[in-house]
Each structure stands twice: as structure tokens, then as C-alpha cells.
């Protein structure tokens, strides 16, 4: 069972450019998330996508873009990166019909310079 | 704005010591209440699910509280050994939009042996 998958694991990128974050669910989840997890603070929701065709704002959404590609896929775009989103990103999912138990991916280390 | 707070945010003890983390929330409306374990380098792995209707759950040396009421929930590790080390989180699910979790700041855990 793959479960949460994302891509890449690792990243070192420029002040300014731009990278897109890929994640995708093989367990028919309508529900997918992405968040930041910084030193000291916990996960903050960056956007999330209750279901296929829809996404909203999180707590920290600025500087971000997403897309609900279909009902397995949910990607993170950073358009100009900046040092302050420097941090690890997790994506998740969750079947939002029985509210149960939330799949984490395995992570990816963004640092921007 | 639900609020997520755990104490300590660190913690060791010697093997064998039960011990009890803490986790408080600030809006009491909530669906459910999750555990969750952090290894270093790794995604979070679900250890325990709490419904807002529970009071508590168990799973081998692991039990989970519940006071709604209160805005409290405990973990309690019962002969602690040193491969439960690892960053223990708690996330509340509120009564809005999207099945968003809120995550406390975790509490770092060492158990020496």
C-alpha cells in the first residue's frame, strides 16, 4: 500500500524561483491537505480540498498555489520562492464521508537561499 | 480561532516511568481529537482517535482522554522504553469547512535507557 506519496523528498532552491510540490493518494480519499511544519509551531494548513474540483485557504496560504489535478492528486505550487518558506511540507488525506483516521506523506524539505 | 497547546514541549525520563502528556484546546466544538507520533526525518503516524462523543481510547500501553468540557486531552504511556522516543502531536478536527485538523507544537520525547 503506497498510501500518501510525495515528491520530491529534498529541495534546495533560489530566492525567486519557482517549484511546484507533488502529492497523490491511492485510498479514493475525497479530502487532501498540505502543510507547513516549522520548529516549535506545529503544522500549520497551508490550502486544503474538501473534495475533487474544490480548494481553499488555509491558515498560512500566501505565497502558495494549488491544484486539485483529480480525486488522487493535490499539488503545491510556490511561484516565487522566498527564504521564509523554507520549512517541511506534508500533504494528507482523509475520507471525509467517515472523518476517521488522516494519512500523512513522508514529507518534503524545501530550503530556499 | 481554535487554539492547540501541549505541554511540556519536552520531556525525558528514565525507562520503564509511565508518563502523561498533555494537550489543551480552546474551542470545545470539536469533531474529534487525534494522537499522533513523529519520528525524526519522518511523516506522522496516527496512534490514537478520540470521537468528541469518547472519553478515551486505548491501544497496547497507549490510553487517550477526553474532556470536551474542559478543553483537555491526555496520552498516557504506560513502562515507558526508549523506542517510543519520538515527538508525540495531538490535532483537534472543529465543526467547519473541509475536515481541518489543528495541531499543537508537540512534545519531545526521550526515554534513556
Known amino acids: 500500500n503506497a498510501g500518501v506519496t510525495q515528491t520530491p523528498k529534498f529541495q534546495v532552491l533560489k530566492t525567486g524561483q519557482s517549484m511546484t510540490l507533488q502529492c497523490a493518494q491511492d485510498m479514493n480519499h475525497n479530502s487532501m491537505y498540505w502543510y507547513r511544519q516549522d520548529p516549535g509551531m506545529g503544522l500549520r494548513l497551508i490550502y486544503y480540498?474538501?473534495?475533487?474540483?474544490?480548494?481553499d485557504k488555509g491558515e498560512v496560504p500566501n505565497g502558495y498555489n494549488v491544484s486539485r489535478l483529480n480525486k488522487r492528486e493535490f499539488s503545491l505550487r510556490l511561484e516565487s520562492a522566498a527564504p521564509s518558506q523554507t520549512s517541511v511540507y506534508f500533504c494528507?488525506?482523509?475520507?471525509?464521508?467517515?472523518?476517521?483516521?488522516?494519512?500523512f506523506g513522508e514529507g518534503s524539505w524545501l530550503t530556499v537561499v | 480561532k481554535q487554539e492547540v497547546t501541549q505541554i511540556p514541549a519536552a520531556l525525558s525520563v528514565p525507562e520503564g516511568e509511565n508518563l502523561v502528556l498533555n494537550c489543551s484546546f480552546t474551542d470545545s466544538a470539536i469533531y474529534n481529537l487525534q494522537w499522533f507520533r513523529q519520528d525524526p526525518g519522518k511523516g506522522l503516524t496516527s496512534l490514537l482517535l478520540?470521537?468528541?462523543?469518547?472519553r478515551e481510547q486505548t491501544s497496547g500501553r497507549l490510553n487517550a482522554s477526553l474532556d470536551k468540557s474542559s478543553g483537555r486531552s491526555t496520552l498516557y504511556i504506560a513502562a515507558s522504553q526508549p523506542g517510543d522516543s519520538a515527538t508525540y502531536l495531538c490535532?483537534?478536527?472543529?465543526?467547519?469547512?473541509?475536515?481541518?485538523?489543528?495541531f499543537g507544537g508537540g512534545t519531545r520525547l526521550m526515554v534513556k535507557p
Open positions: 494528507a488525506s482523509i475520507d471525509r464521508v467517515t472523518g476517521n483516521t488522516i494519512y
Open positions: 478520540i470521537q468528541s462523543s469518547q
Open positions: 490535532a483537534v478536527r472543529g465543526r467547519n469547512a473541509g475536515n481541518m485538523l489543528t
Open positions: 480540498s474538501a473534495s475533487e474540483g474544490t480548494t
